[in-house]
């Protein structure tokens, strides 16, 4: 039987996914599209055998990379795929499926592939996988609030507070970089500044938040209760936003507003570290709004799977900054990728993903890195330090 074998496929394929950036990234809310073309090399004249192999690829990656759950590709292809018997286990649900173009130039057959897919809602293997977070000493907008209470800290020790949080009220959750400073993120360099914290910290996901509200409002004792003393309210509101620093994307944002009473003496230096301003009222309403934003992250970011950074290519071994500190094992199978932004003639900006061909596999995983082999020869040469990698 005249047959494309699966070593000769996977050694000359290299799978190109498209995505739009108004999608953010693959694995996201909405729907996205992807565009993957695959090759394969036509053996003995059989353009037929060739074309649905290229086609059978090109199918897996863009699937497994953007987290489709397809059961049979023959099933949703209407027909594209006749008779084929496979299956693909991941996390997301195919829209739609379309052949775009077939091209043959020589013994090779490139066919190119249209998905639009879309992840499923809050199923998935990525939700608990270690995730790790950078972030700034949150921004207060209007630092003269600060001086009611003498708490000139208050954006280190709020962050602080967010960090210990993150620990001890989810398992897989951690801010485990933070910058000792307030950071400005103007918001046409924000992407940039995003990825770069990213790099420098290892870590791939990036808080950005601001201290919107911080003001006092007195309320005056009333006339027919004279032995009550003025009652004053601080109100407080923080913005917000988490980015994947590897991939790039705004994955969430939201405003936070809540109101207590601030018990403490008008002229009283307040220690905004100590466990005293956590206790009282108004502490306690900082908590829960801190408490629900928490769990907010933990919902926007479930289902994104980890990625890391290749960091060394050495022969057939390839060291990547992913560990058992994000739930790495040995033996796991990991997606090597390059990613790059494409501009078209409209202007419109587009990721554009790479996925290196063959299995990689961790043949030793350590606490912040693992290394990885690939079971197919010839195909590690071209990978190289600053790619990326993600965890199947």
């Not at 390839?318 to 560990?323: A, D, T």
């Not at 796991?332 to 596999?361: C, H, M």
Request: glycine share 6%; aromatic share 8%.
């Amino acid at each position: 039987m005249r047959y494309v074998s699966q070593t000769i496929l996977i050694t000359l394929l290299l799978t190109t996914i498209v995505v739009l950036l108004t999608s953010l990234v693959p694995r996201q809310a909405d729907a996205a599209w992807y565009e993957a073309k695959g090759q394969a090399v036509i053996v003995d004249g059989d353009k037929e055998t060739a074309k649905r192999a290229a086609t059978q690829e090109a199918l897996k990656q863009a699937m497994l990379f953007a987290g489709a759950s397809v059961h049979s590709v023959h099933r949703l292809t209407n027909g594209l795929l006749e008779n084929e018997e496979m299956t693909i286990r991941s996390t997301g649900e195919v829209e739609s499926l379309e052949l775009i173009d077939e091209i043959y130039s020589g013994n090779i057959v490139t066919v190119s592939v249209r998905a639009d897919i879309f992840p499923k809602a809050k199923v998935c293997k990525a939700q608990d996988d270690e995730k790790h977070f950078s972030t700034t000493h949150f921004l207060v907008r209007n630092r003269q609030q600060l001086r009611e209470g003498n708490i000139s800290d208050f954006d280190e020790a709020f962050t602080q507070r967010l960090a210990h949080t993150m620990q001890n009220t989810t398992e897989n959750l951690r801010i485990t970089h933070v910058v000792p400073h307030t950071a400005r993120f103007p918001s046409q360099f924000t992407e940039e500044n995003v990825r770069s914290l990213s790099a420098q910290s290892n870590t791939q996901f990036v808080i950005i938040g601001a201290i919107d509200d911080l003001s006092i409002e007195t309320e005056k004792a009333s006339l027919f209760t004279p032995w009550r003393s003025d009652s004053r309210r601080r109100a407080f509101s923080m913005t917000v936003r988490v980015y994947d620093g590897i991939n790039g994307g705004l994955l969430f944002t939201k405003t936070y507003n809540t109101a207590a009473d601030w018990t403490f003496d008008r002229f009283e230096s307040v220690d905004e570290f100590s466990s005293q301003f956590w206790r009282s009222r108004y502490g306690n309403a900082l908590q829960a709004s801190i408490e629900e934003a928490v769990q907010d992250i933990k919902e926007a970011t479930a289902c994104q799977p980890i990625t890391g950074r290749v960091i060394h290519v050495a022969g057939n071994n390839i060291s990547v900054s992913l560990g058992r500190d994000n739930g790495i094992e040995d033996n796991d199978e990991l997606f090597l990728y390059q990613a790059k932004e494409v501009i078209d003639n409209r202007g419109r900006k587009y990721l554009q993903y790479s996925i290196y061909p063959g299995t990689f596999v961790v043949s030793s995983a350590y606490g912040n890195s693992s290394t990885l082999v690939s079971k197919q020869a010839g195909v590690v040469a071209n990978v190289q330090e600053n790619d990326f990698v993600v965890k199947k």
